[in-house]
């Protein structure tokens, strides 16, 4: 399942984004919002998440590719 979180504004993409991830329903995020696109990657790199950002035409996609803790 792909968390769609074009045209939503921070903090509600992220909060939405990481219950998605934390209820295992997503492993795939796309943003349009800088501001929530950073506070996801960085709350992912605080948590030893591995993901790979692939950019997009309309917005930027995060794929969860694993932990390393």
Same mark, same amino acid.
């Given at each position: 399942?792909?968390? %769609?979180?074009?045209? /939503? +504004?921070?903090? /509600? #993409?992220?909060?939405?984004?990481?219950? #998605? /991830?934390?209820?295992? +329903?997503?492993? &795939?995020?796309?943003?349009? %919002?800088?501001?929530? /696109?950073?506070?996801?990657?960085?709350? *992912?790199?605080?948590?030893?998440?591995?993901?790979?950002?692939? &950019? *997009?035409?309309?917005?930027?996609?995060? +794929?969860?590719?694993? %932990?390393? #803790?």
């Amino acid at each position: 399942m792909i968390f %769609d979180g074009k045209g /939503l +504004k921070c903090p /509600l #993409a992220f909060v939405k984004a990481k219950q #998605a /991830l934390m209820k295992n +329903k997503s492993k &795939e995020f796309l943003f349009d %919002d800088d501001i929530s /696109l950073y506070n996801f990657t960085s709350y *992912l790199d605080n948590q030893n998440i591995l993901y790979q950002s692939i &950019e *997009l035409a309309d917005c930027v996609k995060i +794929k969860v590719v694993g %932990d390393n #803790a």
